[in-house]
């Protein structure tokens, strides 16, 4: 059974940081695309970051919205997946879902993002 | 690439046959996947590729369309399909979501 479990949300005063953390198991983890996908609350998801399979050299792309300020990365041995998230802002307040190429989806861990 | 989808809202009788509509800003190869989130809960893959049926998917949900129009179609509408869908591109990077059609009961 495909499982995808997030943890490190909370509340950050804006300029702060987090680190997402995602478990991934009952998959072959670097066979996949791994992403980061955050949804405001009443809104549509937004794809933020994603870090290629093995085959195609774990790179990575960036929404503009966030490069420059969040990093993603994988850790191929434990089977996770990260966000470090820098120079939060407001607007960043949001549920925050780990995907495994776009069917494996986490149930999401809320950031929010206030003084 | 922009996705719009259309309408944003429909309200449908149980047993109706729903078609909701995607268009993308360009064509993008059938690199379309339809998501249904229910409240609370993540999004859940339906569709891919156009016209793909995730397993577990019950067969009364059907993609089809090309180039940058697309459509999703519930054949009969059940009470558990209560739901906000969305299409989605990979055709290229930066992928992106419409901004959902929520669909109720009448």
């Known amino acids: 059974e495909v499982k995808l479990l997030e943890s490190g949300g909370g509340l950050v005063q804006p300029g702060g940081s987090l680190r997402l953390s995602c478990a991934a198991s009952?998959?072959?983890?670097?066979?996949?695309?791994m992403s980061w996908i955050r949804q405001p609350p009443g809104k549509a998801p937004e794809w933020l970051a994603v870090?290629?399979?093995?085959?195609?050299?774990?790179?990575?792309e960036y929404n503009p919205s966030v490069k420059g300020r969040f990093t993603i990365s994988r850790d191929n041995t434990q089977n996770i997946l990260f966000l470090q998230m820098n120079t939060l802002r407001a607007e960043d307040t949001a549920i925050y879902f780990c995907?495994?190429?776009?069917?494996?989806w986490g149930q999401g861990t809320l950031v929010t993002v206030s003084s | 690439i922009q996705m719009t989808q259309s309408p944003s809202l429909l309200s449908a009788s149980v047993g109706d046959r729903v078609t909701l509509s995607c268009k993308a800003g360009q064509n993008i190869n059938n690199y379309l996947a339809w998501f249904q989130q229910k409240l609370g809960e993540a999004p859940k893959l339906l569709i891919y590729n156009a016209n793909s049926l995730q397993t577990g998917i019950p067969s009364r949900f059907s993609g089809s369309g090309s180039g940058t129009d697309y459509t999703l179609t519930i054949s009969s509408l059940q009470p558990e399909d209560v739901a906000t869908y969305f299409c989605?591109?990979?055709?290229?990077?930066?992928?992106?979501f419409g901004a959902g059609t929520k669909l109720e009961l009448k």
């Open positions: 995907a495994g190429g776009i069917a494996y």
């Open positions: 009952g998959f072959t983890f670097t066979n996949f695309y």
């Open positions: 870090i290629r399979n093995k085959a195609n050299g774990y790179t990575t």
């Open positions: 989605q591109q990979s055709n290229s990077w930066m992928y992106t």
